[in-house]
């Protein structure tokens, strides 16, 4: 069993910063692309940022030059680091990993419970 657990959500005032931490648990060979979505209320989930297993990464619009992606492999954890941040930015926010468990069969997508992130103006 693989078991994502997120942690590092809370209340924040405009202009300040959290930092989201994500930690892969469980039976795991690899793991390949780790991202970070977020959904606020009455709205769909959108993808926020992604990193690689070789470190590259790709960010929303959105959160470009304010929010950095990044991950810890020998930790099995992704983080991301929200500067600046806004009204906005409020929302549920998911660590989604796709993780290898047997060469036997294709990763899978698995997905963390969710923490909230509150932007105060």
């Known amino acids: 069993q693989v078991q994502l657990v997120e942690s590092g959500g809370g209340l924040v005032q405009a202009g300040g910063s959290l930092r989201l931490s994500c930690a892969a648990s469980?039976?795991?060979?690899?793991?390949?692309?780790m991202a970070w979505y977020r959904q606020a209320p009455g709205k769909q989930r959108e993808l926020v940022a992604g990193?690689?297993?070789?470190?590259?990464?790709s960010y929303a619009d959105s959160v470009k030059g304010r929010f950095t992606i990044s991950r810890d492999n020998a930790k099995k954890t992704v983080y991301l680091q929200m500067n600046s941040l806004k009204p906005e930015d409020t929302a549920v926010y998911f660590c989604?990993?796709?993780?290898?468990?047997?060469?036997?069969?294709?990763?899978?997508?698995?997905w963390g419970q969710g923490t909230q992130v509150t932007v105060s103006s």
């Open positions: 469980g039976s795991i060979l690899k793991i390949n692309t």
């Open positions: 990193i690689t297993s070789g470190g590259s990464t």
């Open positions: 989604y990993s796709g993780i290898l468990r047997s060469y036997l069969r294709p990763p899978d997508d698995y």
